[in-house]
């Protein structure tokens, strides 16, 4: 995980709505000395290790099941829903998904880079938690679930990009 870094959130990025509106948001950023298309992120991405672990879980406990095929599908486009999330916005260099309960967000994008004559790209990868509505219709904060789980929110955000990268890396070397 030395390769991932905590990142500012791009100007640009789908996440930014997200951000003035009061979400927390944050944004880690890995780099790869190669070129990768956002869709060979975005599979790579949902078909680590790690990240099959989470839809094993997703599957069993919360009866939203999930393929790499289905990844592939979402990272090339074809599909609209990956597991718990649904797609909120597309851009050819990014994705924003939102989960089945509506609060929280799960963002990818890659950004072309130089170093000297080598092509390569950063890697970003960024969540947002929106605050609950309280009952009377005011937002009512994050919560003491997200307060408690946040440090792992941090740590396995870092681990999943870190094995997406890795899969990258060896993707790279076949």
Known sequence: MAYVRRHPVPQQALLQNLARAGAYVD???ADIMRAVTHAEFVEAFYTTWLFRLERWILARFCAKPSSDADAA???DARADAFAAWTVEARAPDQVLLCDFTG???SWLMTVPTLAGDVAGTQLLFGSAVVPARGTDGDRAGLGLIFAALLGFHKLYSRALL???RAR???RRSR
């Open 73 to 75: 599908l979402l990272a």
């Open 168 to 170: 990258l890396q060896r």
């Open 162 to 164: 870190a094995a997406a």
């Open 27 to 29: 944004c880690y950023a």
């Open 103 to 105: 609060r929280t967000r």
